[in-house]
Nanobody, 121 residues
Framework: EVQLVESGGGLVEAGGSLRLSCTAS????????IGWFRQAPGKEREAVSC????????AYADSVKGRFTISSDNAKNTVYLQMNSLKPEDAAVYYC??????????????WGQGTQVTVSS
């Protein structure tokens, strides 16, 4: 019903930058929230950031505040996660998640396949 496609992952050196993209298609409705989660081997899944369409609310995990920025291009149904000053601990598979009730508080309704981010030291 809803499809999410992530792109932009790759390998960068510590201190470098990447921009992840998430494009949504299907029966999303008029308003929905997009969040980014990440999971590294041996660690629990972590909510990284989220943006809601109705009021523009954004949220960030403390571990990425000041380094990551979430934004949206509604005409393209695309959300971006700009990641700067990357650290080795940022390495993970990053997942795009859609919540059709436009909430950043839950675990989402649909998930993308994920994109790998690797940070070398």
């Amino acid at each position: 019903e809803v499809q999410l496609v992530e792109s932009g992952g790759g390998l960068v050196e510590a201190g470098g930058s990447l921009r992840l993209s998430c494009t949504a298609s299907g029966a999303t409705g008029d308003n929905y929230a997009i969040g980014w989660f990440r999971q590294a081997p041996g660690k629990e899944r972590e909510a990284v950031s989220c943006i809601s369409s109705s009021d523009g609310f954004t949220a960030y995990a403390d571990s990425v505040k000041g380094r990551f920025t979430i934004s949206s291009d509604n005409a393209k149904n695309t959300v971006y996660l700009q990641m700067n000053s990357l650290k080795p601990e940022d390495a993970a598979v990053y997942y795009c998640v859609a919540d059709l009730s436009d909430s950043c508080a839950g675990n989402g309704d649909y998930w993308g396949q994920g994109t790998q981010v690797t940070v070398s030291s």
